[in-house]
């Protein structure tokens, strides 16, 4: 799956044709499925498919990643250019309870990021909680910028909700 390349066509088609001549699939749809394996992403790359990804324990990889196999006619080690995924134990929103306030689904209303999109990576893909009240036990406050301080390391606007994630250097 490619995510973060959408203005770099001939860059996707080049990958497209390694993965296809190395005998893999690549998903093409907008949906996030299980089957996918790895996550083909530019450097500081931070999308809905990437966070998917990092949730669900997939290989995050940089174009370079693809090169190389292209260079060894076959797979190489994904953590040799870069490639990382979280350890499954390391997911960070399993049996978490997340707060969401309206003033943050407001704010990302018009987002890609909007409230279904944080449905499925915190639910469905994620095996956390949404609650939209808040109380004394929720592990995550998701705020808007608005509401935001920084009192509590459990207080998260969005910027500090993507850093959950890693990134590909």
Same mark, same amino acid.
């Given at each position: 799956c490619f995510t973060g390349l959408k203005?770099?066509?001939?860059?996707?088609?080049?990958?497209f044709q390694i993965v296809t001549r190395l005998g893999a699939d690549v998903?093409?749809?907008?949906?996030?499925t299980e089957q996918i394996t790895h996550v083909v992403a530019p450097p500081g790359c931070r999308t809905v498919k990437y966070v998917a990804a990092s949730i669900t324990n997939k290989w995050l990889v940089s174009p370079e990643w693809l090169f190389a196999c292209e260079e060894a006619g076959d797979w190489v080690s994904e953590s040799d250019y870069g490639g990382q995924r979280f350890n499954s134990l390391q997911n960070?929103?399993?049996?978490k309870?997340?707060?969401?306030s309206s003033l943050f689904i407001k704010q990302q209303s018009r987002?890609?990021?909007? *409230?279904?999109c944080c449905i499925l990576l915190i639910? @469905?893909?994620? *095996?956390? *909680?949404?609650?939209?009240?808040?109380?004394?036990g929720v592990d995550y406050r998701i705020l808007s910028n608005q509401e935001f301080n920084s009192s509590s390391p459990f207080n998260l606007n969005f910027?500090?909700?993507l @850093?959950?994630?890693?990134?590909?250097k």
């Open positions: 203005d770099a066509q001939e860059l996707q088609a080049r990958l998903h093409s749809g907008s949906e996030f960070p929103f399993k049996h309870i997340f707060y969401l987002s890609v990021f909007d *409230k279904t639910e @469905k893909l994620g *095996k956390g *909680k949404i609650v939209y009240e808040d109380y004394d910027d500090l909700f @850093k959950l994630f890693p990134v590909i």
